[in-house]
T-cell receptor, first 115, second 112 residues
Framework: KAGVTQTPRYLIKTRGQQVTLSCSPI?????VSWYQQTPGQGLQFLFE???????NKGNFPGRFSGRQFSNSRSEMNVSTLELGDSALYLC??????????????FGPGTRLTVL | GNSVTQMEGPVTLSEEAFLTINCTYT??????LFWYVQYPGEGLQLLLK?????DKGSNKGFEATYRKETTSFHLEKGSVQVSDSAVYFC???????????FGTGTRLKVLA
């Protein structure tokens, strides 16, 4: 069974630009969660999608948004990039999501650098 | 609010040494507790978990016991290997918020 895949693996953008990251969950998984990982803050929860609906949200500004498609693939968008958005963005998928304490399977991440 | 505190790293040990990585938490209700491991260049992998007080999670020689009285979930391994070198994250999940809260991670380096 293929694992969680994330594309692209690396991105370099400049301040003010926008970026879209993609996550393909494990086949059959309906829940996709996104996290931001930085050296100072560790992993912080961005949002969770389940069956194309945002089910949960962390404390990030509205510049961070996401969506999920009918095949459970998910995208995350960051608009008006700031230097502080430089981070590793991790996606995790599970069968039913945190409400069932399902095991989360993480992708390798997309490393975003904002110059 | 809910939070997880892990010991600062890096932790450097010789092969076959005993490992303890401390983790304490603050949470309302009865959270589930997890340890994840991140190898270089990879995403996180679930190492072990415990869903109620006094439960012991174990995997690959690692163990952690859910201690409600001390709000702790310390990770232990009796004899580490070079291949255990990675970053270890403690995390909790509360039934109220359904959000995972992660600690800041502890880097472990095992020397041959």
């Amino acid at each position: 069974k293929a694992g969680v895949t994330q594309t692209p693996r690396y991105l370099i953008k400049t301040r003010g630009q926008q970026v879209t990251l993609s996550c393909s969950p494990i086949s059959g998984h309906r829940s996709v969660s996104w996290y931001q990982q930085t050296p100072g803050q560790g992993l912080q929860f961005l949002f969770e999608y389940f069956s194309e609906t945002q089910r949960n949200k962390g404390n990030f500004p509205g510049r961070f948004s996401g969506r999920q498609f009918s095949n459970s693939r998910s995208e995350m968008n960051v608009s008006t990039l700031e230097l502080g958005d430089s981070a590793l963005y991790l996606c995790a998928s599970s069968l039913r999501g945190p409400r069932d304490t399902d095991t989360q399977y993480f992708g390798p991440g997309t490393r975003l650098t904002v110059l | 609010g809910n939070s997880v505190t892990q010991m600062e790293g890096p932790v450097t040990l010789s092969e076959e040494a005993f490992l303890t990585i401390n983790c304490t938490y603050t949470a309302t209700g009865y959270p589930s507790l997890f340890w994840y491991v991140q190898y270089p260049g990879e995403g996180l992998q679930l190492l072990l978990k415990a869903t109620k007080a006094d439960d012991k999670g174990s995997n690959k020689g690692f163990e952690a016991t859910y201690r409600k009285e001390t709000t702790s979930f310390h990770l232990e391994k009796g004899s580490v290997q070079v291949s255990d070198s990675a970053v270890y994250f403690c995390a909790l999940l509360t039934s109220g918020t359904y959000k995972y809260i992660f600690g800041t991670g502890t880097r472990l380096k095992v020397l041959a």
